[in-house]
């Protein structure tokens, strides 16, 4: 384990808001007392291209069966949760910050929950093909679950020229609430390490790094008796720090290595996947099971028995919270994901996406909801920010429009953690700006080359157009030169003889021949 720092390094900034993490540590993944009648899946759960519906309505389908095809290379299937009948493929709510519908497949259940008869894993996925095994996942539609839902078989290709040094899995699960993660370790370490072993062989590497925070004691020790007979699979114990689980932090507390700026971890030979997906890619290539359901963590002050689910994916959040006694009086916000980076819902009819971890449901004295105030220039932002920007410069650019200006201070590098916004005295709330000047960027990246497409296309259509009046010219001017041609070769052409004209005849006589009575 040569990579590995000796002496764990502390990234750059960081803050340590209040856990809650006691609220459902203690409880056991279980499942819903009530199955969802009806489940509302969305064609675009991950990032990338969204998916195309490849069901109807009415059409029956199994558990398993596929029924979003990608429409990229950056994307993953969309699979049924349990076998039914698809109702419908409508707009439906979903988890955005804009309150904006997505294509979602209704399903009924039927009850039977009857897998798809075609689904089968590998038969010795511990030394089979890096390549079979990569196509399993893919097939499978496994994505990262730890929020940010990036395609796994893409990251178990490693392109031509990189290698994969280390892999690491990340079980920080360092937003406050969150405990999904920390009970998977608990609870399936073993099915964690196995899922492990087929992504070293994916990788076509051995070593690899376990990292978990020390407020998580079961899941240290669960997964360290789990790894006793793989000694090249570590367990590492950081100190509790946000945001550590963001996988370029992690690489620098880990081996002390820094991803360059619009890099990806690869170009330091890392590879970083989270503890759940371990267990999907484990479920992918042992059984052919695609993604369908996963671990939620339902908790906050406004919630009777904060819980651990597992759910199908499709599931309404308001499913969840009746199986965990409803909604307490004063409730003010229900967040899907950690209090730092997730989503407010407008709507809880929402349903459990593959990203979701967490689902809080908060109390007016949790949110700290506070009135924006002019910024005082404390510095507090730069000093907690993990990528050591200046949260304040941006946000300043952003809410004046200089968008142009935004790649300057590196907006795209920010990650988006809430680290500054946490920290902010004067409650600006920065992660807003900083959205908004991502999505202003990016439309007026596709506003340019818009007008480049449109540039390109009338270019094009003029030079159609005057290759085709060259033509025309060309041709008309053949026409003129052979219409030339032809009257100088009939000029130049001999004049044919005129006709030779027949020998005069005399003149018939007209007098009469004389007669006997007229001679003489």
């Keep these: 384990m040569g990579i590995v720092a000796t002496i764990l390094r502390k990234f750059h900034g960081g803050v ?7 609220l459902s540590r203690h409880c056991a993944i279980e499942e819903l007392s009530t199955p969802p009648k009806q489940l509302y899946v969305p064609l675009h759960q991950h990032m990338g291209a969204p998916c195309d519906p490849c069901v109807e309505p009415g059409e029956r389908v199994y558990k398993g069966q596929v029924i979003g095809i990608p429409s990229g290379f950056v994307s993953a299937p969309i699979h049924a949760p349990t076998s039914g009948t698809i109702q419908a493929i409508v707009e439906h709510v979903v988890a955005h910050p804009s309150g904006l519908t997505m294509p979602c497949a209704v399903l009924i259940p039927d009850g039977n929950d009857q897998w798809h008869p075609d689904l089968k894993g590998l038969d010795n996925p511990y030394t ?14 496994v994505v990262g679950l730890g929020g940010a839902t990036f395609p796994s078989f893409i990251k178990l290709s490693p392109p031509d020229g990189k290698v994969a040094e280390l892999l690491i899995i990340n079980g920080v699960e360092c937003e406050p609430y969150l405990t999904c ?6 609870e399936r370490s073993r099915e964690i390490v196995e899922g492990i072993r087929i992504m070293l062989q994916a990788l076509q590497t051995s070593r690899c790094i376990i990292a978990i925070e020390n407020n998580k004691p079961g899941a240290i020790q669960s997964m360290s008796r789990a790894v006793e007979e793989t000694p090249h699979i ?3 114990a950081l100190p509790v720090m946000y945001p550590q689980g963001a996988e370029k932090q992690l690489i620098e507390v880990v081996i002390n290595r820094q991803v360059p700026s619009g890099g990806l971890p690869i170009d330091v030979g890392v590879i970083v996947h989270n503890v759940a997906t371990a267990t999907a890619v484990r479920e992918a290539v042992l059984f052919g099971h695609p993604l369908i359901r996963r671990v939620v963590t339902v908790t906050g002050l406004g919630i009777p028995r904060p819980a651990n689910l597992e759910v199908p994916i499709g599931t309404p959040v308001q499913a969840l919270i009746d199986h965990c006694g409803g909604l307490k009086p004063g409730v003010k916000k229900v967040v899907m994901g950690g209090p730092m980076m997730g989503v407010a819902l407008n709507d809880l009819q929402a349903p459990v996406v593959k990203g979701t971890s967490g689902l809080l449901v908060m109390l007016a004295k949790e949110t700290f909801v506070e009135p924006e105030q002019p910024c005082i220039r404390c510095g507090s932002c730069l000093d907690v920010c993990p990528v050591e920007l200046t949260p304040c410069e941006i946000a300043w650019r952003a809410r004046h429009d200089l968008i142009d200006q935004l790649p300057e201070v590196h907006i795209m590098d920010c ?10 005295p004067a409650h600006i709330p920065l992660v807003h700006y900083f959205r908004y000047g991502k999505l202003a960027l990016a439309a007026k990246k596709h506003d340019r080359e818009k007008a480049e497409l449109n540039r390109q296309r009338t270019k094009e259509k003029q030079l159609r157009a005057d290759a085709e009046k060259a033509e025309k010219e060309r041709k008309k001017e053949e026409m003129r030169l052979a219409s030339e041609a032809r009257k ?5 052409a001999p004049k044919p003889a005129e006709p ?6 005399p003149p018939a006589s007209t007098d009469k021949p004389a007669t006997e009575e007229s001679a003489p």
């Design 234 to 236: 570590k367990v590492v």
């Design 128 to 141: 089979a093909d890096p390549q079979a095994i990569r196509n399993k996942v893919r097939e499978a539609g």
């Design 500 to 505: 030779t004209p027949a020998p005069a005849q």
């Design 181 to 186: 993660d920390a009970r998977v370790m608990e």
């Design 415 to 424: 990650i988006e953690c809430g680290s500054c916004a946490f920290a902010c």
């Design 16 to 22: 340590h808001p209040k856990e809650y993490k006691e």
């Design 488 to 492: 100088k070769a009939a000029a130049a």
